[in-house]
């Protein structure tokens, strides 16, 4: 590659200003209206009840594809055109064939693979398809962007930017790190005694994870380097890199687990913003991010340091989201933790694992704390829209009264120091998302099914939810019965979720390779597209062909 290539690609992704919120809110509507016609094909389209790779790729990554590129200015178009189909599709009935036997019937998303009650780290969270929908959209967004941002038919104003600014590829990174911190709330509803479990042993089993991650960031950096692959050396520095990022928030996250055993991990997360724009403003963090000279290894990666504490802040907000839609109820959490400290003070003050039987014995005789309960979604859904009324409104809040600058190119949000305009807004774009599919996916198209007036009651609740319990637990342990049977959540989607870090690096070895194969700044828009088309089929399939094959 030579030097003046290399020099006038780092040119052509560096310096942008970004868009705006509205505009960018439109671009991510149209995976939502996608997947929301994909789910109206397979309820009311009997042939299309076993959507191939191909007609998944169609409806589910071309459009998203497609409002990237060319559809980029002017995505409302794409939006009128699902939404017309999506219409016509609906006026068709549903195609159901009366009252299935209890063995047909599609398992509720709530049902767990074991009736009773286990330990702790055998408890398993029940699936939510809207969150694999969400985590699996944002992932391939991501995925497309990252070699879509080297080619001319990539909008420059949804290229990340420089200081300043919103932008498609902005809001990827902080999503990413958000829907990380929805994840880290698993152990958390497994086992509300991970919060006050002792410190270095959390410490050590966090670092053991995150060390595969570290060696991934610090290869990438060796690659870099030695191929003199064009960078954007403000993004991250000279060194850093988001691999890194990524590998550390796990754990600070664990070292505030003492603050987040007196507040919800949401204040936590807002005390975190606070403190971190508090730096950037009084004490001058934000001038030494975007003046000081890169004259150590400290100051070389800036950039990355900085922004770790915001990034922390989002996972934490992210984390607070976890605990609001991964159980059944959005009070579950509460209720453990609550039933765990009434167990504590009547024990005398002594310290009880959760597991204990004494403790196990109150649970499992409570259906406030069954895993296996149904998903309250109205609950689920109007805790999300307080969230993002909140997020949003503070957003608005920080804007009136010119937080870190008037809005623009000189000032708001930065991912490039992530300051708390840009917390707030990645916390209010993702809350508002993930509420909406939800709403479209899990309560509307695909309605939990209606309980009968004897299984409200009692024995007859019971009886259904130990029966779907058996039923689930005949299946085998690979099997995929929400998105086989239901088709909620699609099942391409569904294999992205499962294989997402694999899929993540065979996007950016694919990114590399074809970097390294062509000179994307100058290739047409039509060459741009039938690449990106290629490539985004490969990232794809091979995670399907695995699947479909049980290879792991």
């Known amino acids: 590659m030579t030097d003046g290539y290399k020099e006038a690609k780092e040119s052509f992704v560096s310096g942008m200003t970004g868009s705006s919120i509205g505009h960018i809110n439109m671009l991510c509507s149209v995976p939502l209206v996608a997947v929301a016609l994909y789910a109206a094909i397979r309820t009311r389209i009997t042939p299309a009840r076993s959507i191939g790779f191909v007609l998944s790729w169609t409806l589910l990554v071309l459009p998203m594809l497609l409002a990237m590129t060319v559809g980029a200015e002017k995505p409302a178009y794409l939006i009128a055109g699902l939404g017309l189909a999506l219409l016509i599709v609906l006026r068709k009935p549903r195609a159901e064939a009366g009252t299935p036997l209890p063995s047909n019937v599609p398992l509720s998303p709530s049902t767990p693979r074991h009736a009773t009650v286990p330990k702790p780290q055998t408890r398993r969270i029940s699936p939510l398809p809207a969150l694999t929908t969400y985590r699996a959209h944002m992932m391939m967004m991501t995925v497309l962007a990252i070699l879509a941002v080297d080619f001319p038919v990539f909008p420059r104003l949804l290229a990340k930017c420089e200081t300043y600014g919103v932008s498609m590829m902005d809001l990827g990174?902080?999503?990413?790190?958000?829907?990380?911190?929805?994840?880290?709330?698993?152990?958390?509803?497994?086992?509300?005694?991970?919060?006050?479990?002792?410190?270095?042993?959390?410490?050590?089993?966090?670092?053991?994870?995150?060390?595969?991650?570290?060696?991934?960031?610090?290869?990438?950096?060796?690659?870099?380097?030695?191929?003199?692959?064009?960078?954007?050396?403000?993004?991250?520095?000279?060194?850093?890199?988001?691999?890194?990022?990524?590998?550390?928030?796990?754990?600070?996250?664990?070292?505030?687990?003492?603050?987040?055993?007196?507040?919800?991990?949401?204040?936590?997360?807002?005390?975190?913003?606070?403190?971190?724009?508090?730096?950037?403003?009084?004490?001058?963090?934000?001038?030494?991010?975007?003046?000081?000279?890169?004259?150590?290894?400290?100051?070389?990666?800036?950039?990355?340091?900085?922004?770790?504490?915001?990034?922390?802040?989002?996972?934490?907000?992210?984390?607070?989201?976890?605990?609001?839609?991964?159980?059944?109820?959005?009070?579950?959490?509460?209720?453990?933790?609550?039933?765990?400290?009434?167990?504590?003070?009547?024990?005398?003050?002594?310290?009880?694992?959760?597991?204990?039987?004494?403790?196990?014995?109150?649970?499992?005789?409570?259906?406030?704390?069954?895993?296996?309960?149904?998903?309250?979604?109205?609950?689920?859904?109007?805790?999300?829209?307080?969230?993002?009324?909140?997020?949003?409104?503070?957003?608005?809040?920080?804007?009136?009264?010119?937080?870190?600058?008037?809005?623009?190119?000189?000032?708001?949000?930065?991912?490039?120091?992530?300051?708390?305009?840009?917390?707030?807004?990645?916390?209010?774009?993702n809350t508002s998302f993930l509420l909406a599919y939800l709403v479209v996916l899990d309560m509307w198209i695909f309605p939990p099914p209606k309980e009968s007036s004897k299984s409200k009651h009692g024995k007859g609740k019971e009886a259904l939810r130990t029966a779907n319990a058996k039923e689930y637990n005949n299946l085998p342990a690979t099997a995929s019965p929400i998105a086989n049977v239901t088709g909620n959540p699609p099942r391409l989607l569904d294999v992205l979720n499962k294989h997402g870090l694999n899929v993540f690096l065979l996007a950016n070895v694919l990114t590399g390779a074809v970097n390294l194969s062509m000179k994307t700044m100058y290739a047409s828009d039509f060459w741009a597209l039938i690449v990106l088309s290629t490539y985004s089929l490969v990232v794809c399939g091979i995670p399907w062909f695995l699947e479909r094959n049980n290879i792991s």
């Open 173 to 429: 990174v902080g999503s990413f790190v958000f829907s990380q911190g929805i994840v880290s709330a698993i152990p958390l509803i497994r086992d509300p005694t991970y919060i006050t479990a002792p410190m270095f042993p959390k410490l050590v089993s966090v670092t053991k994870k995150s060390l595969p991650v570290i060696a991934l960031g610090i290869i990438r950096v060796l690659l870099v380097k030695g191929t003199e692959y064009p960078e954007h050396v403000t993004e991250y520095g000279v060194h850093w890199n988001f691999f890194i990022t990524l590998a550390l928030l796990p754990i600070l996250q664990v070292l505030l687990h003492p603050l987040i055993r007196v507040l919800p991990a949401s204040a936590v997360g807002f005390l975190v913003a606070l403190a971190q724009q508090a730096a950037l403003s009084q004490f001058n963090l934000r001038d030494y991010v975007l003046t000081a000279p890169r004259t150590s290894l400290i100051s070389a990666n800036k950039e990355g340091l900085v922004s770790l504490t915001g990034y922390l802040a989002i996972q934490l907000l992210g984390l607070s989201i976890g605990t609001v839609i991964l159980p059944p109820t959005p009070s579950f959490l509460y209720r453990r933790q609550a039933a765990l400290a009434a167990q504590q003070d009547y024990s005398g003050g002594r310290k009880r694992r959760f597991s204990d039987p004494a403790v196990d014995k109150h649970i499992s005789t409570d259906a406030t704390f069954a895993f296996d309960a149904p998903r309250q979604n109205d609950k689920i859904a109007t805790e999300l829209c307080a969230y993002a009324i909140l997020w949003w409104g503070l957003l608005g809040f920080a804007r009136v009264i010119r937080l870190d600058g008037s809005w623009g190119a000189g000032g708001g949000a930065s991912r490039q120091t992530v300051n708390m305009t840009y917390i707030l807004w990645v916390a209010a774009f």
